[in-house]
T-cell receptor, first 114, second 110 residues
Framework: GAGVSQSPSNKVTEKGKDVELRCDPISGHTALYWYRQSLGQGLEFLIYFQGNSAPDKSGLPSDRFSAERTGGSVSTLTIQRTQQEDSAVYLC????????????FGNGTRLTVT | KNEVEQSPQNLTAQEGEFITINCSYSVGISALHWLQQHPGGGIVSLFMLSSGKKKHGRLIATINIQEKHSSLHITASHPRDSAVYICAAQAGGGADGLTFGKGTHLIIQP
């Protein structure tokens, strides 16, 4: 079956521009997560959705970052006024929800801010 | 905040060797995840465990809740096992509480 799909796979943007990253989770997965992996760094949690609500936004690095999820399915992560330090791979994962459901990761969006 | 430490950071071994990667965490957890990331590739969830031991093919994961420690073992290692292995501690009921280790970069030489 289809896995978690992210688009675009690569995005190069100029500093100061806004970008929108998309995640299509596995059908039926109620939980959706956004993570970031900077070059040479470990994975960093950004935000978690259960259905359309985001009970934990604590990982968003600044108010330039926002995310939404509609219809309990597709999610978009928006970065406004991009900075060079935003360059990273942004990963989305989904799961059935609940405490013990394994994560299914997308292939990520590689964002480069020039 | 949970501190998750992995060791070793880098590991190079010969094909066929038994591999062990260790993960320790500082705060009690509800589950421990082991993830695999191939170069340029996505992340695959290998195991999620909250107690005891799980086995999948040549991979074995164990966890000792009292000692706050988990290990990932690879038997009869193969060059295709070369990847970064990441452990992640899950604090609460959802993966929002995941704290990741920095990963172990494993290279299996033929």
């Amino acid at each position: 079956g289809a896995g978690v799909s992210q688009s675009p796979s690569n995005k190069v943007t100029e500093k100061g521009k806004d970008v929108e990253l998309r995640c299509d989770p596995i059908s039926g997965h109620t939980a959706l997560y956004w993570y970031r992996q900077s070059l040479g760094q470990g994975l960093e949690f950004l935000i978690y959705f259960q259905g359309n609500s985001a009970p934990d936004k604590s990982g968003l690095p600044s108010d330039r970052f926002s995310a939404e999820r509609t219809g309990g399915s597709v999610s978009t992560l928006t970065i406004q006024r991009t900075q060079q330090e935003d360059s990273a791979v942004y990963l989305c994962a989904s799961s059935l929800g609940g405490g013990y459901s394994p994560l299914h990761f997308g292939n990520g969006t590689r964002l480069t801010v020039t | 905040k949970n501190e998750v430490e992995q060791s070793p950071q880098n590991l190079t071994a010969q094909e066929g060797e038994f591999i062990t990667i260790n993960c320790s965490y500082s705060v009690g957890i509800s589950a421990l995840h082991w993830l695999q990331q191939h170069p340029g590739g996505g992340i695959v969830s290998l195991f999620m465990l909250s107690s005891g031991k799980k086995k999948h093919g040549r991979l074995i994961a164990t966890i000792n809740i009292q000692e706050k420690h988990s290990s990932l073992h690879i038997t009869a290692s193969h060059p295709r096992d070369s990847a970064v292995y990441i452990c992640a501690a899950q604090a609460g009921g959802g993966a929002d509480g995941l704290t990741f280790g920095k990963g172990t970069h494993l290279i299996i030489q033929p």
